[in-house]
């Protein structure tokens, strides 16, 4: 712990002091405890692993120049779960509690959180799974929801900095009506033959399209689309795609420097007219797209002309920024102070 190198943080998983663990049992909730083992007992027949009845969410917390620690809209995470406990038929968990356990965890790994200006922050990782043993489709009775934390650097390597990414045709991440709306494993694993795919071609990662027509632009591997024009803030609407947190907020943010925000589809042809484009989510912020390949078309579409971050972009990103860190006013409520030194 005394020596991590937190500039040169990578995004990936580093052992913290504790974790909270939560358990569903007799149609009720338990009480919150306190762990520090790394693994979960677990049945050979629990639902989670067998029939995929299983939910995470992805959250952080941020150091602060004024020394405080923030949480960035967790009511948001909170409420996204329960959206996805009703499509897959698990117990919601009230938002109360999801915002007491996220508190916890990080107020017990306080030493964890990365410096401010580091680049780095502590990333909280709900986790919620069926446990009791099922042989035939059907909601488990018993579950454990779970949270751990672990410092992180930049999603993408560079920061924010523009980055390629490529269509990949041949795969599907989420039909429409299934579960794109949930956020559930079983769509991270749809991704990741199409991902190393992008990877093993040079891209930061790939693009689907929508799976029903292949016309419009769908999701990023994990992370929304948006497109900047005419002074216009765009990104799809669709029954398949993620709705998400960071997603929401900067369309906000785009209304309040005066953009006009449109959710709609997209087809892929509009690519060209982009003045500027990103893909956005909790891990990478604002990944700034440099350009979009679709190699079974042979068609590139170049968005950034000068390989930087255009500048609508850039305002947006620092202003979303500044809102986390508490360096720019909370006009909407967003932040929550959780530890106040």
Not at 89 to 94: A, F, G
Not at 178 to 190: R, S, W
Not at 195 to 222: I, Q, R, S, V
Not at 293 to 308: A, R, T, V, Y
Request: hydrophobic share 35%.
């Amino acid at each position: 712990m005394e020596t991590m190198d937190w500039s040169n943080l990578g995004f990936g998983y580093n052992k913290t002091d504790y974790n909270v663990r939560c358990y569903y049992r007799n149609g009720k909730w338990g009480e919150i405890e306190v762990s520090s083992e790394e693994t979960i007992p677990m049945h050979m027949a629990a639902t989670c692993l067998h029939y995929g009845q299983e939910a995470f969410e992805g959250l952080k917390a941020y150091r602060c120049p004024d020394g405080k620690v923030r949480v960035f809209r967790s009511d948001e995470n909170a409420a996204r779960l329960q959206s996805t406990c009703r499509g897959i038929l698990m117990p919601e968990l009230p938002t109360e509690r999801f915002n007491e356990m996220v508190d916890k965890v990080v107020r017990l790994n306080e030493r964890f959180i990365p410096p401010y200006e580091t680049g780095a922050t502590l990333y909280i990782r709900p986790l919620f799974i069926g446990i009791s043993a099922q042989v035939g489709v059907h909601p488990a009775t018993e579950y454990l929801f779970m949270i751990f934390v672990t410092p992180v650097g930049p999603y993408f390597k560079g920061g924010f900095s523009c980055n390629d990414y490529v269509i990949i045709r041949e795969f599907d991440r989420s039909a429409p009506l299934g579960t794109g709306i949930y956020k559930v494993g079983g769509n991270y694993a749809a991704s990741l033959r199409a991902n190393k795919m992008a990877h093993d071609l040079g891209y930061a990662c790939e693009f689907y399209l929508d799976a029903k027509e292949k016309k419009y632009m769908d999701e990023c591997g994990a992370a929304n689309f948006f497109g900047i024009k005419n002074n216009t803030y765009v990104t799809p609407k669709s029954t398949s795609i993620l709705p998400s947190i960071t997603n929401k907020s900067l369309m906000q943010l785009a209304e309040d420097l005066g953009l006009k925000v449109e959710r709609r589809q997209i087809p892929e042809d509009e690519l060209e007219t982009f003045e500027e484009a990103g893909a956005c989510g909790t891990a990478a912020v604002i990944s700034p797209i440099g350009k979009i390949d679709d190699l079974e078309l042979k068609k590139s579409f170049q968005i950034s002309k000068n390989g930087k971050p255009g500048p609508i972009s850039e305002k947006l990103y620092n202003k979303l920024r500044g809102i986390q860190y508490g360096t720019e006013p909370d006009v909407h409520g967003w932040t929550r102070v959780v530890i106040d030194n």
